[in-house]
């Protein structure tokens, strides 16, 4: 009753109705393959001879289709697709204070190039999340914003952040396979902080990235002087990688030219891609990493100025 199911002799299509049946099919079938918009595994399957023999299909299970907002922030479930996504924060930034959804602008903003229509219209922020490309348009953002994720599975429910460890490797992601990702918590941001996201593509629309970001800076309560910073990078590593050096400089010192020139030699010293790295363009990327830095300082100097 609760779960529609086709057989073939080479697959079997499995649409659980409710999270207990798709956590228990999770249990089950160890090596089957979650759907959600299928932008991915389409192309796995169509154009790389990938062979899922067990498919569960979970893109209408209502649990995963959430959208909320609470006190401090946004739950969005990991079925969501990102029209959908876009159409809400959309939403959220014309009803909640300005100050408060500086990350929501940076993601709707991100969205306008994420892939084209066709695409946003069936893919999910969770397929985005789990498929952990190292040029994730997504990923970078939700780890400067220092989203969470729920996951869940027959045992229960765990909370992780969005950050170096929940990247394992390339395409890797700490997720067990009977491990099901339901929803992302997105902060609003205070009015000491400041968040911007950056993208290059080899063409402005529907195309993928060659480096994106994500960056957040929080200030001290009267002052210039950075308390807490996040540079989360796409297309420099295996994985989106933060920029942890800089960070680590970063913090204590005043938002002023000294401080940027510094920042970008470290930037430099841990992010530089030598001869040869895989992707090519290293000069290119490594000096799209330092014009996107500098682009982010001087948008939080205008708006702290
Ligand atoms: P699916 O293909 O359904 O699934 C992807 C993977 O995630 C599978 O392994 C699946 O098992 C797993 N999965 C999905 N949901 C869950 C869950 N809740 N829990 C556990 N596992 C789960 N990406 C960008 O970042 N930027 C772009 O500009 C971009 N452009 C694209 C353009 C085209 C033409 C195409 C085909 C793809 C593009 N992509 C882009 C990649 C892709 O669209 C995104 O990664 C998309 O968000 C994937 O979501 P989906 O719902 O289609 O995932």
Redesign the pocket.
């Known amino acids: 009753k609760d779960c529609v199911v086709f057989r073939s002799d080479r697959v079997k299509w499995f649409q659980p109705l409710t999270m207990d049946r798709l956590l228990y099919l999770k249990r089950t079938y160890p090596k089957a393959?979650?759907?959600?918009?299928?932008?991915?595994?389409?192309?796995e399957v169509k154009f790389k001879d990938q062979y899922y023999p067990v498919f569960i299909n979970?893109k209408h299970i209502h649990q995963?289709n959430g959208l909320e907002v609470s006190d401090t922030g946004v739950h969005i479930g990991?079925?969501v697709t990102?029209s959908r996504l876009s159409f809400f924060l959309t939403k959220q930034i014309k009803e909640q204070e300005g100050y408060k959804t500086k990350i929501l602008k940076a993601i709707t903003e991100m969205l306008g190039?994420?892939?084209?229509i066709q695409?946003r219209n069936?893919?999910?922020?969770?397929?985005?999340i789990?498929?952990a490309?190292p040029?994730?348009?997504?990923n970078p953002l939700l780890m400067a914003a220092q989203a969470t994720l729920d996951i869940a599975s027959v045992d229960g429910i765990r909370t992780v952040k969005v950050d170096d460890s929940f990247f394992k490797g390339y395409r890797q992601i700490d997720?067990d396979f009977k491990e099901?990702?339901?929803s992302i918590y997105i902060p609003f941001t205070q009015k000491n902080e400041h968040f911007y996201g950056f993208k290059q593509a080899q063409r402005k629309e529907?195309?993928?990235?060659i480096v994106n970001a994500g960056m957040f800076v929080k200030f001290g309560e009267e002052n210039n002087i950075v308390d807490d910073v996040r540079l989360a990078f796409g297309g420099m590593a295996a994985t989106t990688v933060l920029a942890m050096n800089t960070m680590k400089d970063l913090i204590g010192s005043i938002w002023d030219q000294y401080t940027m020139d510094r920042s970008m030699k470290t930037l430099l010293e841990e992010l530089a891609l030598p001869p040869g790295a895989p992707g090519g363009m290293e000069q290119y990327r490594t000096s799209l990493v330092l014009g996107f830095f500098v682009k982010f300082f001087m948008k939080v100097n205008n708006d702290i100025n």
Do not use: H, Q, Y
């Open positions: 393959k979650m759907i959600m918009g299928n932008t991915e595994i389409g192309i979970a995963l990991a079925a990102l190039w994420f892939a084209g695409i069936v893919a999910t922020i969770g397929g985005n789990v498929t490309s040029i994730s348009d997504l997720l099901v990702l339901t529907d195309d993928i990235s």
